[in-house]
C-alpha cells in the first residue's frame, strides 16, 4: 500500500462548483497533515494545515479522520485560478521534519 | 516571510556532466534541509536530509555518491549530481525548515529542471 494515496482526477468543474478530494495515509504514526498546492513545473506551496478538528481558510475546508486514516479537502464556490495539482502531505513518524507526498490530484476549473 | 532561492532554474547538459544545485535560505536560519526529486506525474520524493556541518542522511534507493549533498553553512546547502546520465534527468526541489521547537514549516525553493542529453 502506498504511503499516501490520492485520486490522480482530474477534476473538471465549472466556476463556482464545489469540489471534494479525499487522500488515505497508511502510517498511523503520522502527527501532522497538510495540504499544498502545486502549479504546473513550480513548486508545491502550502495550501494549510489539517487538525483534527476540522479547519476552515476562506473557501478551503480540511478535515481529518484519525481512525479511518483518511484527509480531505473542501473547495467552495472554484475560482479559474484554483486549477492546479493538490497533494496530500504527511509528516512520516512522529517527528516533525519527514513528509510524504501523495501525487496530487489534478484540478481543472473552466469558465 | 521565509523565502528559499534555488539555482539554477534550468540545467541541460551532456550526458557526463556534474551538476550543482544551491538551495539558499534567504532571511532565515535553516539547521535542516531537503531534497527532493519529482518525476513526471510522480509525486515528491524525499532524497536527502541535510543537517548544517554533518553529513547528509539519505532515503534508501538514493545513491549517496552520485548525489553528493553538502550543507556548510546554516543559509546554503548544495547538492550535486555526478556524472549525469539521461535517467537523472527531473525536477529538484529543495526546502529548509527554520529553527524552533515543535512543528516548523519547509519552505520550498522554486525548484530546478535538469535535462540530460
Known amino acids: 500500500r502506498k504511503e499516501v494515496e490520492q485520486d490522480p482526477g482530474p477534476f473538471n468543474v465549472p466556476e463556482g462548483a464545489t469540489v471534494a478530494f479525499n487522500c488515505t495515509y497508511s502510517n498511523s504514526a503520522s502527527q501532522s497533515f497538510f495540504w499544498y498546492r502545486q502549479d504546473c513545473r513550480k513548486e508545491p506551496k502550502l495550501l494549510m494545515s489539517?487538525?483534527?478538528s476540522g479547519n476552515e481558510d476562506g473557501r478551503f475546508t480540511a478535515q481529518l479522520n484519525r481512525a479511518s486514516q483518511y484527509i480531505s479537502l473542501l473547495i467552495r464556490d472554484s475560482k479559474l485560478s484554483d486549477s492546479a495539482t493538490y497533494l496530500c502531505v504527511v509528516t512520516r513518524n512522529s517527528g516533525y521534519s519527514t513528509l510524504t507526498f501523495g501525487k496530487g490530484t489534478m484540478l481543472l476549473v473552466s469558465p | 516571510g521565509a523565502v528559499v532561492s534555488q539555482h539554477p532554474s534550468w540545467v541541460i547538459c551532456k550526458s557526463g556532466t556534474s551538476v550543482k544545485i544551491e538551495c539558499r535560505s534567504l532571511d532565515f536560519q535553516a539547521t535542516t534541509m531537503f531534497w527532493y526529486r519529482q518525476f513526471p506525474k510522480q509525486s515528491l520524493m524525499l532524497m536527502a536530509t541535510s543537517n548544517e556541518g554533518s553529513k547528509a542522511t539519505y532515503e534508501q534507493g538514493v545513491e549517496k555518491d552520485k548525489f553528493l549533498i553538502n550543507h556548510a553553512s546554516l543559509t546554503l546547502s548544495t547538492l550535486t549530481v555526478t556524472s549525469a546520465h539521461p535517467e537523472d534527468s527531473s525536477f529538484y526541489i529543495c526546502s529548509a525548515r527554520l529553527q524552533g521547537q515543535g512543528y516548523q514549516p519547509q519552505h520550498f525553493g522554486d525548484g530546478t529542471r535538469l535535462s540530460i542529453l
Open positions: 489539517v487538525y483534527s
